[in-house]
Structures are given as structure tokens and as C-alpha cells.
């Protein structure tokens, strides 16, 4: 799987849009970019997956430059309960010839969202 | 609520002895991964089942095993416990994906064990 590489930490206000940027320089041609959020105490939450250009749902956007080096995660308008780690993930399943389907998840970025 | 549950939510025990995690799946979900968190070594990988099957494995110590029984729940099995297997273990399933995309895991809300 890929390596990425993320901002350690991040901090906004309620309101603002924030951007998440992900580094993977050493991006497979099969492999997509998926990110989960995780909550303090919680299990972390699958928020949107993307293999090329612009990925848009009700949560969140997932924009991908043509080529494919990196990723950046855009949350329109924080909330305090927006507050929590982010992760990006790169790889491919199992199903398609690619490794294991455990997630490799590092460190992945801690948003802190202020009133 | 991701649908996966984990039973139990705490499990406080000393070193040596043995405890077993349980986790039911998502209705339909073939998967199951099980993850290890601790505060220095982040969230790992330790093992994965399909349908019954072990498929893959992560950062699995040797004391530790599982399964996957007929009806799809799965058991971690940690065994030889000892202070630093404390950590938030967590349950995940998936179903699998119909093409090339990697499919979607749904975390259960853990077990956190606590090895005194």
C-alpha cells in the first residue's frame, strides 16, 4: 500500500470550510483514496472514497489532481462535532489482486474545530 | 450506529490470563477485520475472515487468534496477556466490493481492554 502523509494537526472555526491534504507520491495506478474520520473512543467512519478528480457527498469532497499524487479532504462549513481525527487511506482490495484488505491507517490528522 | 456490535464495551483483567472478544457483523457482511489501537502505536491491522475463512494478517502476535464461526460472528482470542496488549480493539465488516474500488468498512464501538 501506498504511504501517506498528512498534517499532524489542524484547527479551524464553526463555519469555515476546511481542506485536508494528503500526500502519496508512490500511488499505485489500481489503487483509490478513501478516508474515515474517528471520533475519541469510537470505531472510525468510512466519510469518501475517490480515484480521480472530484468526488462530492452529503458530508464532505474528495479532490484529486490528474496526477494522483496527493488528495485533499474539504469539509464545508465545520461544527464543533466535526472535531475528530481524519485519516487517509490509499490501496486497493484484495478482490482485484491487490494485498490484504486490512486498512493501514497512520497517524492521520486531528481537526479541532473552535466556537 | 454502524450495525457491527462488540461485546463486551470494557474488560479490565490482569497479565496472564486469557480473554475473548466477540463481534457480530453487519446483516449480509461476509468480513470481518479485527484492529488493535494504542496510544503509541496508532490503529493496526491484526487479521482478516471471509465467509468462515482466514483471508489475511496484519501486526498478529502469536498469543493472540481468532475465527470465524458459521453464523458469520467472529472471535479475538488474547491470550499470555500482558500490560502492553492494552489498547481499544475493534471489529469490522464489509461486504465485498463489485469492482476495483476498495470496499467499505463499518467499525464496531470496541473493546477496551485494560491489562493490570
Known amino acids: 500500500l501506498a504511504k501517506t502523509t498528512q498534517p499532524i494537526s489542524m484547527d479551524s472555526y464553526e463555519g469555515q470550510e476546511v481542506n485536508i491534504t494528503c500526500s502519496h507520491n508512490n500511488i499505485a495506478t489500481n489503487d483509490y483514496i478513501t478516508w474515515y474520520q474517528q471520533f475519541p473512543s469510537q470505531g472510525p467512519r468510512f466519510i469518501i472514497q475517490g480515484y480521480k478528480t472530484k468526488v462530492t457527498n452529503e458530508v464532505a469532497s474528495l479532490f484529486i489532481p490528474a496526477d494522483r499524487k496527493s488528495s485533499t479532504l474539504s469539509l464545508p462549513r465545520v461544527s464543533l462535532s466535526d472535531t475528530a481525527v481524519y485519516y487517509c487511506l490509499v490501496g486497493v482490495t484484495i478482490y482485484s489482486g491487490g494485498g490484504a484488505d486490512g486498512l493501514t491507517f497512520g497517524k492521520g490528522t486531528h481537526l479541532i474545530i473552535q466556537p | 450506529d454502524s450495525g457491527v456490535t462488540q461485546t463486551p464495551k470494557h474488560l479490565i483483567t490482569a497479565t496472564g490470563q486469557r480473554v475473548t472478544l466477540r463481534c457480530s457483523p453487519r446483516s449480509g457482511d461476509l468480513s470481518v477485520y479485527w484492529y488493535q489501537q494504542s496510544l503509541d502505536q496508532g490503529l493496526q491491522f491484526l487479521i482478516q475472515y471471509y465467509n468462515g475463512e482466514e483471508r489475511a494478517k496484519g501486526n498478529i ?56
Open chain 2, 61 to 116: 502476535l502469536e498469543r493472540f487468534s481468532a475465527q470465524q464461526f458459521p453464523d458469520l460472528h467472529s472471535e479475538l482470542n488474547l491470550s499470555s496477556l500482558e500490560l502492553g496488549d492494552s489498547a481499544l480493539y475493534f471489529c469490522a465488516s464489509s461486504v465485498p466490493p463489485s469492482g476495483a474500488a476498495p470496499d467499505t468498512q463499518y467499525f464496531g464501538p470496541g473493546t477496551r481492554l485494560t491489562v493490570l
